[in-house]
């Protein structure tokens, strides 16, 4: 499929009155292509619209969240997913956490968190608005 800006430039090239065979040399499309979008500008219609498809990761969008907050790193909420039988790669793993930390940026922008290991025990520490909240992990060491 031709892009949203070939299909400008087929647009624009078309109403400075240049012939689909040149056009199609200069985009480098075969000239039924150039035609087919001629056709699509000339009936007024709108570039198609890519139809949105669920994530291969959004079934699992709350259990990562909660990881999220547990401050797992990608690398490890990647293998919690293969434990789990997800056969999915890191890089869409991390791409999937980008995606979700932008949408909730907002939430800890004005928080501080902290974790630490003492003593086979992980100490959650999450300030935020003046408010304190103190969580212990069993690890099982």
Known sequence: MIGIAMYTTIETLWKRHKNKSKIARLTGHDWKTVAKMIRAIEEDKEYPKKKPHPRVLDPYKEQIIKWMEEDLTGVRIHEELQEMGVKV?????????????????????????????????????????????????????
Do not use: H, P
């Open 89 to 141: 790669g890191y890089s869409t793993v991390k791409d999937y956490l980008a995606k979700i930390k932008k949408k909730r940026k907002y939430i800890y922008k004005d928080s501080y968190s902290s974790r630490r290991r003492i003593a086979g025990r992980f100490w959650v520490c999450r300030i935020n608005f003046g408010q304190l909240r103190q969580e212990t992990k069993d690890m099982g060491i």
